[in-house]
């Protein structure tokens, strides 16, 4: 996982995450269905109004 800080959080903040791409997503649900766990990266900013104050990247299991 890599974080990325670039301004300071001085109002309400709010965290987006970007979808993966079709094929990355699809993979993700197959695994998941045959295997019962899977992983997949996801990227998330954090946002104070219109200014993007964060950027953090990491891997996410699912687990049944």
Same mark, same amino acid.
């Given at each position: 996982?890599?974080?990325?800080?670039?301004?300071?959080? /001085?109002?309400?903040? /709010?965290?987006?995450? *970007?979808?993966? $791409?079709? %094929?990355? =997503?699809?993979? =993700?649900? *197959?695994? =998941? %269905?045959?295997?019962?766990? %899977?992983?997949?990266?996801?990227?998330? /900013?954090?946002? $104070?109004?219109?200014?993007?104050?964060? $950027? =953090? *990247?990491?891997?996410?299991? %699912?687990?049944?």
């Amino acid at each position: 996982s890599s974080i990325q800080y670039h301004h300071p959080v /001085r109002g309400t903040l /709010r965290a987006v995450c *970007e979808s993966p $791409d079709a %094929a990355t =997503f699809n993979e =993700f649900k *197959e695994h =998941f %269905a045959t295997k019962g766990k %899977a992983r997949i990266k996801l990227h998330v /900013r954090i946002m $104070d109004g219109q200014i993007p104050c964060v $950027d =953090f *990247e990491g891997e996410f299991v %699912a687990i049944t």
